[in-house]
Nanobody, 123 residues
Framework: QVQLVESGGGLVQAGGSLRLSCAASGRTFSDYAMGWFRQAPGKERERVAA????????YYADSVKGRFTISRDNAKNTVYLQMNSLKPEDTAVYYC????????????????WGQGTQVTVSS
């Protein structure tokens, strides 16, 4: 089992920044690719960003490219999502997830999920 706990969400004005963190415990963190997802009310869950086990490969949704950066610190068992130039349409609950799938950052199959953290961007 892997336990994931997100933090860092909150209320920010459009154009502002937030950094989300996801702390993992349980199994070996570096065995898992990590992803960030979001879900806004009435919308489907969207994969926002992902990172491979060692951090060498990343994936970003087109909607966040150039604004969001995913990173990980395997020594701290933590994955981060730096969000800059936030827009009202980024408002959602953000979830981190862990995947043991061999496709790494390109997988859409995740084994473990956190509880989520709310991000609200005001206009």
């Amino acid at each position: 089992q892997v336990q994931l706990v997100e933090s860092g969400g909150g209320l920010v004005q459009a154009g502002g920044s937030l950094r989300l963190s996801c702390a993992a415990s349980g199994r070996t963190f570096s065995d898992y690719a990590m992803g960030w997802f979001r879900q806004a009310p009435g919308k489907e869950r969207e994969r926002v960003a992902a990172i491979s086990w060692g951090g060498g490969t990343t994936y970003y949704a087109d909607s966040v490219k150039g604004r969001f950066t995913i990173s990980r610190d395997n020594a701290k068992n933590t994955v981060y999502l730096q969000m800059n130039s936030l827009k009202p349409e980024d408002t959602a609950v953000y979830y981190c997830a862990a995947s043991s799938d061999s496709r790494g950052a390109y997988t859409n199959q995740y084994d473990y999920w956190g509880q989520g953290t709310q991000v609200t961007v005001s206009s």
